[in-house]
């Protein structure tokens, strides 16, 4: 029986969640700045139209990304897939650019949060948020494509003696 999903395609549709999660941040303010102020309606309303979409975006890219790397973390687990078809996909996370871009993305992300928070118009720092989650996606799918840890106890435990002290209870 063949899987459905195949470890490249659980990548990428974690990859997909991650941006679709952080484009929340740029797409929804950036439609709610072009939208006219004065819509006639009370004075939340305006925040009220661009949380719920906000909000629907992210949650659906987070939740997109967060099933994507479990059921690829599961898929791992329980040998669904031969070492073969998880070879590329290893060769990438193991690789240079996997472990410094995380690390790259958040100095970018808080780069941009000095300059956008210290800016005459105090934005809200959307670019740190864009990066914060990308940085965010990438970690927690480096984390689904470890190995399964063993799950024999450690040697050092089985050989130990027990506890014995001769002022117990004094």
């Known amino acids: 029986m063949r899987p459905k999903a195949t470890p490249a395609r659980l990548i990428g549709l974690s990859i997909l969640g991650t941006i679709i999660?952080?484009?929340?941040?740029?797409?929804?303010p950036t439609?709610?700045?072009?939208?006219?102020?004065?819509?006639g309606g009370f004075f939340g309303s305006s925040f009220v139209a661009g949380f719920i979409p906000f909000m629907a975006v992210l949650c659906g890219g987070e939740y997109l990304s967060?099933?994507?790397?479990?059921?690829?973390?599961?898929?791992?687990?329980?040998?669904?897939?031969t070492e073969a078809q998880l070879h590329p996909v290893r060769l990438f996370s193991e690789s240079r650019i996997a472990r410094i871009a995380p690390i790259a993305l958040l100095v970018i992300g808080i780069v941009l949060?000095?300059?956008e928070t210290c800016s005459l118009h105090h934005s809200s720092s959307g670019g740190f948020w864009v990066c914060f989650i990308l940085?965010?996606?990438?970690?927690?799918?480096n984390r689904s494509l470890a190995p399964p840890?063993?799950?024999?106890?450690?040697?050092?435990?089985?050989?130990?003696?027990?506890?014995?002290?001769?002022?117990?209870?004094?």
């Open 135 to 141: 940085s965010h996606g990438l970690i927690a799918l």
């Open 113 to 115: 949060f000095l300059i």
């Open 21 to 28: 999660a952080a484009s929340a941040f740029l797409v929804v």
């Open 66 to 81: 967060i099933w994507s790397s479990q059921e690829l973390s599961n898929g791992i687990q329980l040998d669904r897939w």
């Open 149 to 170: 840890r063993d799950s024999q106890p450690a040697l050092w435990l089985e050989s130990s003696t027990p506890l014995q002290s001769e002022h117990w209870g004094e």
């Open 31 to 39: 439609a709610l700045h072009h939208r006219s102020g004065n819509n």
